[in-house]
């Protein structure tokens, strides 16, 4: 969730994420301005994903790496956070199909899907997106879970910590709501 108004986000792919888990889909992001690089492998995306760190007129760097490629060591991920604070970008890197390894990262997170929530409008469609979000290292906040969802309609708090899954059934949840 970026603030409006916000200055453009460098989102760079390594080519094997790519083929993995798609190209981004702009026009779905809620960004203004988006430079997208796709690196030919880690360690380009790393090279990139530091370099755009460096120029403090971006507001986000994003890089998506596939697996658990040898760039990607203490050394890497801790040239990415130096870099982050000294410019003052906030620096994501997604490791996607990855396994959680040493890591110069101030905040590790582990992301998975859920069940949607139900539809309040068809009880048998799907509802706005769920995930569960484990923060598992910090190094100013202790470790915990939350499951967060993501209404895409609810323009003024699209993303929220969502209520946990019970065992209602779906009669006791519609006499609930009507």
Known sequence: ????????????QE?????????????GLPVGELLHVEARDARSALWA?????????????????????????????RRLAVAAERSGVACWLIRLG???????????????SLPSLANPLDPKAPGASVWDAELFRARSAPPGRWSVS??????????????????RA?????????
């Open 15 to 27: 080519r094997m994420a790519i083929l993995e888990s798609g190209r981004i889909f702009p026009p």
């Open 150 to 167: 993501h209404d895409p309609l609810d323009y003024a708090d699209p993303v929220r910590l969502a209520a946990e899954a019970g065992d």
């Open 1 to 12: 969730a970026l603030p409006r108004g916000a200055g453009p986000v460098l989102w760079v």
């Open 49 to 77: 994903m530091e370099e755009g760190l460096r120029c403090a007129a971006l507001s986000l760097v994003i890089g998506e790496i596939w697996g658990d490629p040898a760039a990607i060591d203490f050394t890497a991920t």
């Open 170 to 178: 779906v009669g006791e949840e519609r006499r609930r709501a009507g």
């Open 98 to 112: 990855g396994t959680a390894n040493l890591s110069g990262a101030r905040y590790r997170w582990r992301l998975s």
